[in-house]
């Protein structure tokens, strides 16, 4: 590997506003492709749909089935002025009790409330050390109901409009299942039922795990030595039924694809040294970034990442420094959509 790859600048890269994508292609599989070949370092441009191509009779595909929920709540504080609770994960075991960020900061204290809707209000519980507030969400309604009913899917700060009623079906993937995510997992987003269908008709097994992403995948990394950025945490799960199906392929011969960097992150978290995938749950911090050696996965589909961020280092250290920013730079000079309702690439 070159000398370059170990500091957070060597991630930055220009990228024309224009191609942020604001909203998602009108299929899912219509994305763009950029395949990348790390035997070769040879690019080739597709169309999502062509992956069953790639992946052969035999071989696992990896997905999570994490569901986004409603986690943004907008209301008005008691002097009427606008206030926004960004819920992140369950607090202490109470399903009513949250860990959120606020908006504004300064004026929602310990003590405050914000009126969401005649059945839903926040009272700010207490401030943490890093920042976010304990609140307790107060409705009669089921909780899920309350949060369907008066909370918006909370979509990334690079996507300039309010959530619509379409955002709530095309900002999740179609395999999503168990509730808990601020943030979908977007590789996910390119699948349609008919590739899927189509995948395990040729052989492919399909293999679901759950890790619920946290707000902060978007968060940037700030210090110029990757080893110094504090890493988020994230819950997973990992059944066992899962980890036997990987292990079951990797034994018969055949190769892991992951479907993003979630899975990606959570497989390497439950392997061992010899590449054994253990099923189990709990919360994950690793840090993936050149050098890391991959135990579990063999190939990688991932969306294009912000530039200096976390996920853009886990796909350095898979497909190799120069190569990532190579096919990054192709991709801006061809007029890809980027980030979370942007095209993808795939690693083989």
């Known amino acids: 590997m070159s000398e370059r790859g170990f500091r957070t600048s060597d991630y930055d890269f220009h990228l024309p506003p224009g191609q942020i994508a604001q909203a998602p292609a009108e299929r899912r599989d219509a994305s763009r492709l950029l395949v990348v070949d790390r035997a070769t370092g040879g690019l080739a441009h597709r169309v999502f749909a062509d992956l069953a191509e790639y992946i052969p009779a035999g071989d696992a595909l990896v997905v999570n089935e994490t569901r986004v ?45 914000v009126e969401v809707s005649g059945e839903l209000r ?6 943490t050390p890093g920042g976010e507030r304990i609140v307790r969400l107060v409705t009669d309604l089921p909780l899920a109901e309350a949060l369907d009913r008066y909370g ?9 409009h309010r959530a619509t009623e379409e955002d709530r079906e095309r900002y999740q993937t179609v395999y999503a299942r168990e509730r808990g995510s601020v943030a979908a997992p977007t590789a996910g987003l390119h699948f ?5 269908a189509a995948l395990e008709a040729k052989g492919v097994r399909i293999v679901r795990l759950v890790l619920h992403v946290g707000v902060g995948t978007f968060r940037p990394v700030e210090t110029d030595d990757p080893a110094e950025h504090r ?24 190769a892991i694809w992951a ?53 853009m280092m886990l796909v350095a250290a898979f497909a190799g420094y120069e190569l990532t920013m190579q096919a990054y730079a192709e991709a801006v000079e061809r007029g890809y959509r980027f980030f979370s309702y942007g095209d993808a690439m795939v690693i083989v």
């Open 259 to 311: 479907v993003g960097t979630t899975v990606t992150r959570t497989l390497e978290t439950v392997a061992d040294e010899a590449g054994v995938i253990h099923a189990g749950e709990g919360w994950t911090d690793i840090f993936i970034r050149p050098l890391y050696r991959f135990r579990a996965v063999d190939h990688l589909i991932t969306n294009f990442h912000l530039p200096k961020s976390t996920l």
């Open 122 to 127: 926040v009272e700010i519980v207490e401030s």
């Open 231 to 254: 890493m988020h945490s994230e819950w997973y799960h990992v059944p066992r039924e899962a980890a036997d199906a990987l292990n079951a392929v990797r034994a018969a011969g055949g």
């Open 192 to 196: 349609t039922p008919e590739l899927m």
């Open 152 to 160: 918006e899917v909370p979509l990334p700060p690079y996507v300039q």
């Open 69 to 113: 929920f409603p986690a943004r709540l907008l209301g008005r504080r008691a002097s009427g002025a606008e206030a926004e609770v960004l819920l992140l994960t369950p607090h202490g075991g109470d399903e009513k009790l949250w860990t959120a960020l606020v908006r504004p900061g300064a004026k929602l204290k310990p003590g405050r409330t």
